[in-house]
């Protein structure tokens, strides 16, 4: 298994009301596998994939990626490993204002140690999320859905092995939908295990191969694929 949740636990306060945002959650996720987690908005999804990338630290239970546990080994061992074997697809773009978009998504081959990408893959990326001439626009002169797209290259530019995406198709239109789901299966037919969160029925209905959880107030639980 490339990743081993046990009996994850993850607690908010806010206002003097304590919510439950993941509720002993225990998942498996075998290399190479496609997963879809479906849920309402508010139901945990986004605080699963921060626990699942080592981003947020658990109250309880256990993330190994490849048999390691994120918080058993030291903090600069855990950024080695999201740099590495992680790209994130946060649900806002969340790109640097004063990079180009080429810049932006070679930014991530700064911080790792043995970056696996390079110039000419970044331009590659870019040609294949449908923005070859946009290389050198800032984030200002792109739209939300071009710079959603560039969030999406900028995930693959060190070539992981997991992609955790979190409501990666958000505000684009289903054309841009179906090419950024069709760019995520061809990585996953050469390897790249995936796990997408989304709220939207729509695009879990578009993925019928791919195998589907249901997240409810913080509880995982399986959903039968629902028929398109
Ligand atoms: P989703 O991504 O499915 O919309 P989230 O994981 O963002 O759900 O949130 C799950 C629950 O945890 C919500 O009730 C949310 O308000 C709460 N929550 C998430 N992050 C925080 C935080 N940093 N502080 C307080 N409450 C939070
Ligand atoms: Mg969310």
Redesign the pocket.
Known sequence: MIIECCNLKKE???DNTL?T??DNVSLNVAAGEFLVIL??????????LSLIGGLTKPDSGEVLIDGVENWHQGDDALSDMRNSKIGFIF?FASLIPTLTALENILLPLTFGKTPRGGYQQALDILEMVGLPDKANAFPAQLSGGQQRRIAIARAFINQPDIILA?EPTGDLDEETEHDILNIFKEYNRKGTTFVV?T?NIHLARTQLDARILE?RR?VLREKVPVAA
């Open positions: 908010y306060t806010a919510v945002a993941v849920g309402h908005s508010g139901s945990g999804k986004t605080t699963l649900q979190d969160v709220h997240m913080g």
